[in-house]
């Protein structure tokens, strides 16, 4: 029962009840109990069977009794006297379905791709700046989001080094702002202690060096005495191969590239790739707030186009580039010998054009590094280059300069494109962070996700023509509960409960990209809505489920209920018990829809 004020003097009361079971519901409970009243072992069994899917471990019976007792208590691993066989009766069933513990949409956190196989062949999961608590102008350096980091399964870790104010000393901070910074022994020593909490696949520590020779061999020393034996380096100066996730478990790699930027910045040179500069003001404010759509990479391509002809400033293959080549290789002899040999995958563009920079070396692997902008403008032309190119080398796509407010864009371009480190800043909330959320979902969580084989095949794959529809997914939503245990009665509404809808869509390439809506339930907080969708899907292996809650206000913005992003190739068929998570990508204690999915 909740009370909400109608006016000066009166008040209006709403009873709260629980929604019952769906009728898709009780027809499954009839069909594998037998119809009787209630199930035993036997039904649940045949029921999870059905579905592919096993009661815990394996579908034996005893599986099948222990997760009985697990429904009739609410809780896993409970253990109970009982007399006889233990049954449970529909609204028990019910409950089971509506578990996201007992009955999740995605597979069990557990790794199932082959992890033998290069790294070039598997996306990676990467921060951007990942020392940087905020916004990319003035927001502290610390340690601490590079925990958070870590603790999420994110594989790639961003260090900006620079000289500390008297020289002796290595800062961890983004160079020429106004950021405060953080020491890089701090950083080191948190990046060895929270490294494999959750993956126990290898961590890369990408490194932008603005360092002279003398602060490199300290760099050296601090990550041999810190990492020890879990640093991985390889015994020859450049390498033909890359190792793969699993012979690099519990190993930590370092990549960057030859330290031109020291000088430059020593003579009051030019900006790094991506830093951001206070004056550009065009952009700061894209996507800072939760609301906004993810423009597709269509839009983004269109637009990066539309720069490229009114401006040269950012272009890939001007005279600018053959000076910092000239540079680098004269900075390559300077390099202190011990920090050169650690590290394992060597960064940098070579001289020339595009075309140039995508040209494989059938001798040597390395890691190119482009902004969105750069990369929505090579796969103009060169899209097939690219995604030729990062089958044996890695691809770190990063977020153009004017992103100061740490917002981010759409990883599918370079997704598509087979780009292994797309870049993001893990701070930046939004819906872009949220597919990065959901996309790292797979595989069991462990940082690494296997390039689907048409990235792979010598028939390289063109990500501009159009693909022929492979499957569809039905999707059909039930209801949703829990807003009244984890949000305060007037949280939505002084003068009534809320008034819910739901957004359910497709995120991936242009052709599968859509969102489609619920009608608004309103005074429930339990809404039950009994809507399906169907999403043509051209792209399965990349595409990601996105689902979304609002609470609709008639005067005001909507407000925000919940969201979540699964990925479409883990998801289980049959009816789901679906987690929802707030802004910020934290799982609401509560918060939970009851959704159905199929593959057609």
Not at 107 to 134: C, E, K, W
Not at 148 to 169: C, F, H, Y
Not at 311 to 325: F, I, K, Q
Request: glycine share 8%; proline share 6%.
């Amino acid at each position: 029962m909740g009370t909400y004020k109608c006016c000066f003097c009166f008040r209006r009361r709403y009873r709260w009840t629980d929604a019952p079971p769906p009728d898709d519901v009780r027809s499954l409970f009839a069909h594998h109990s037998g119809g009787a009243a209630t199930m035993g072992a036997d039904g649940l069994r045949r029921y999870l069977e059905s579905k592919g899917t096993g009661a815990e471990d394996d579908n034996s019976e005893a599986a099948a009794d222990r997760l009985l007792d697990q429904i009739r208590h609410g809780q896993r691993g409970a253990r109970i006297p009982r007399v006889g066989r233990p049954l449970i009766a529909l609204e028990e069933f019910h409950r089971f379905l509506f578990s996201d513990d007992l009955n999740p949409p995605i597979r069990r956190p557990q790794v199932h791709h082959d992890m033998t196989a290069p790294l070039s062949h598997y996306f990676i999961y990467t921060g951007h700046n990942s020392y940087l608590t905020g916004n990319q102008l003035s927001s502290d350096c610390s340690d601490i989001p590079i925990i958070k980091a870590l603790q999420k399964g994110v594989r790639v870790i961003e260090l900006d080094m620079w000289p500390n104010s008297t020289r002796d000393d290595i800062n961890i901070l983004h160079g020429r702002t106004l950021t405060t910074p953080v020491s890089l022994l701090k950083c080191l020593r948190s990046i060895k202690e929270y490294a494999f909490v959750v993956s126990s696949y290898p961590v890369i520590i990408t490194l932008e060096d603005h360092l002279p020779p003398d602060l490199q061999d300290k760099v050296a020393k601090m990550v041999l005495e810190v990492f020890a034996s879990i640093l991985y380096y390889p015994d020859t100066e450049h390498i033909k191969e890359l190792p793969s996730p699993e012979d690099l478990k519990g190993r930590v790699l370092l990549s960057t590239k030859p330290p031109k930027e020291y000088l430059e910045a020593k003579a009051g040179g030019t900006i790094k790739d991506g830093d951001a500069d206070p004056n550009l003001g065009k952009g700061a404010g894209e996507d800072a707030a939760w609301g906004k759509e993810v423009p597709d990479f269509k839009t983004e391509i269109q637009s990066a186009k539309q720069e490229d002809d009114v401006s040269e400033h950012h272009r890939d293959d001007d005279d600018e580039d053959d000076d910092d080549d000239e540079e680098e290789q004269k900075m390559q002899q300077h390099l202190a010998p011990q920090y050169k040999h650690l590290i394992t995958i060597k960064a940098g563009k070579p001289k020339g054009t595009t075309a140039d920079a995508l040209r494989c070396d059938p001798d040597r692997v390395r890691r190119l590094s482009l902004s969105e902008q750069e990369l929505a403008k090579a796969v103009v032309h060169h899209g097939t280059e690219i995604v030729r190119f990062t089958q044996r080398n890695l691809l770190r796509i990063y977020p153009k300069g004017t992103r100061v407010t740490s917002s981010n864009y759409n990883p599918f371009l370079g997704w598509v494109h087979g780009a292994q480190m797309v870049a993001f800043n893990m701070q930046g909330y939004g819906r872009a962070l949220w597919l990065m959320h959901g996309f790292y979902k797979a595989n069991g969580g462990c940082g690494y996700v296997k390039k689907p084989d048409f990235l792979m095949q010598s028939d390289v794959f063109d990500p501009k023509k159009r693909q022929p529809v492979k499957k569809t997914l039905k999707v059909k939503i039930y209801m949703g509960d829990g807003w009244r245990m984890d949000f305060k009665h007037t949280h939505f509404d002084q003068y009534s409960p809320p008034d819910f809808y739901a957004r359910v869509g497709i995120a991936g390439v242009p052709a599968d990209s859509v969102m489609k809506k619920t009608r608004t339930i309103e005074d429930n907080w339990v809404p039950v809505w009994e809507e399906e969708f169907a999403f043509d899907l051209t792209v399965p292996e990349i595409a990601l489920l996105r689902v979304e809650v609002h609470e609709y206000d008639m005067s005001e913005k909507d407000d925000f209920g919940g969201q979540t992003v699964l990925p479409v190739s883990e998801l289980q068929p049959g009816i789901r018990a679906v987690a929802l998570f707030d802004r910020k990508g934290n799982k609401f204690n509560n918060v939970k829809l009851l959704m159905r999915f199929e593959f057609v």
